[in-house]
Every structure is written in C-alpha cells, then in structure tokens.
C-alpha cells in the first residue's frame, strides 16, 4: 500500500513540473538575461584573459626568447642559481626585486632603491599570484626576468594610481634565500 502512495506522490509531482514548464508561469520576462548580479559578473568576465595588442608586440620585440607557461607566465632566466631544490609554498622567501609596467617601462617599485630584500611566505597568497607561481619554480641565487600577466597581476581593476587597470608587469627578480 505504501508504494501506492509514493507513486501517486511521485505522478503528482512530475504532473506539477510538467505544467510548469509547459505553462510558463514561473518563467522571467527577459529569459535571456543572468538572473542575479554574480551570473551577470560570471558572464562579462572573459573565459580565457588575453593580452592587449599593444602588449603582445612589446613581448614580441623585447622578450621574443622568454620561455612560457600555461597560464600566461614568460621569463627569462639572467644568471642560474645553485641546486636542484626550490621554495614550496609556506616558505618563507627573501628576494630582491625591480617592478616595471610593461607598456611604458615605467619603475613603480624596487627593493634595490629601499636597499632592503623583500622577505614573504610564498603560496599563501601574500603575493601576487604571479609571483606565488614563478618563485616555487626559482632556485636560490636565480635571476629571472618576469613578465606577468595582468589576470596574475593586480587583475581588470589595478592598482591606481600606481598600476593601471589591465596592466601587465615586467619584474627582476633574485632569490635570495628560502626556509
């Protein structure tokens, strides 16, 4: 007897959700639009982040040699660095470091001009998420010229005044130690 009921519910149910459907008296007045503001984000954020025109031909004339990785990460290694072991995410990092914007060049920020290495614990977002993926890849006593996307940068928004929005970066980087 019970499985009479569960089946006269289950009827009851799909009946309800068929008419529903059929009827559309639960549907919205612009069906194509997000229903919510964080479907509408989801939406206008692009799938796959590109560089600017403008940026893809500075790479092109000034790091066409630059070796890189899937997620939009190029550098150039300037002096290899000693043993086979690199910092894991949770270390604790010293590096000395020059920021440049990659449009124009422009400095915006050196540890050389505060004569003062920057220490940080990497992979535990501190950083910039460019900055996580290339130091785990270092090795101590590297230098590497970095350029990093704007996505693992300081993303669409920036960093005004200093970083423009959209803005790709261009580091020298060398690791000084990691414990």
Known sequence: MRSAYILIALIVVMGSIAFVARSGILSREKPGEPANKYMREAMDTPQS??????????????????????????????????????????????????GRLLLDGKKFDSSYDRHEPFAFMTGVG??????????QEMKLGE???VIIPWWL????????PVIPPKASLVFEIELLDFH
């Open 143 to 145: 230098k590497r010229t």
């Open 49 to 98: 982040p590109q560089l600017s025109t403008a940026e893809s031909t500075v790479i092109a004339e000034k790091y066409n040699t630059a070796t890189s990785r899937a997620s939009g990460l190029r550098f150039l290694i300037r002096a290899p660095g000693g043993g086979n072991a690199s910092p894991r995410s949770g270390q604790e990092v010293t590096v000395n470091y020059e």
């Open 126 to 135: 501190r950083v910039i998420p460019g900055w996580d993926l290339m130091i």
């Open 153 to 160: 940068a300081y993303g669409a928004a920036g960093r005004p």
